[in-house]
């Protein structure tokens, strides 16, 4: 079972570039598919990027697109999501999560939370105006 942890959030004034971390521990992230999702309170978790297994498909969301790169580094076991030319709008908690790489069908789910079968526990982020 992979344990996922978040790191790297903080306040930004807007306009600003921020990057957060995932590191796993308890196993590679060569098994998994990645997405990073964001919170706010009062409502629902929403899809903010993901990458495949093998690295050769990203996925955002049309309000990050241009502005957030996600990638990942085997040799670390991570996943970094960079951002850049935040606005309050992205002011959340941010989480990473994990799904098998066994599932052909990711390219088509990857903004589906319920498909994620690990995540992490969130790193706040918080834009000021």
């Known amino acids: 079972q992979v344990h996922l942890v978040e790191s790297g959030g903080g306040l930004v004034k807007a306009g600003e570039s921020l990057r957060i971390s995932c590191v796993a521990s308890?196993?590679?992230?060569?098994?998994?598919?990645m997405g990073w999702f964001r919170q706010i309170p009062g409502k629902e978790r929403e899809f903010v990027a993901g990458?495949?297994?093998?690295?050769?498909?990203?996925y955002y969301r049309d309000s990050t697109k241009g502005r957030f790169t996600i990638s990942r580094d085997t040799a670390k076991n991570t996943v970094d999501l960079q951002m850049h030319s935040v606005n309050p709008e992205d002011t959340a908690v941010y989480y990473c999560a994990a799904h098998s790489r066994d599932d052909e069908s990711y390219s088509s789910r990857f903004s589906t939370s319920s498909i994620y079968d690990y995540w992490g526990q969130g790193t706040q982020v918080t834009v000021s105006s």
């Open positions: 308890g196993g590679t992230l060569n098994d998994y598919n």
């Open positions: 990458i495949n297994w093998i690295g050769t498909g990203t």
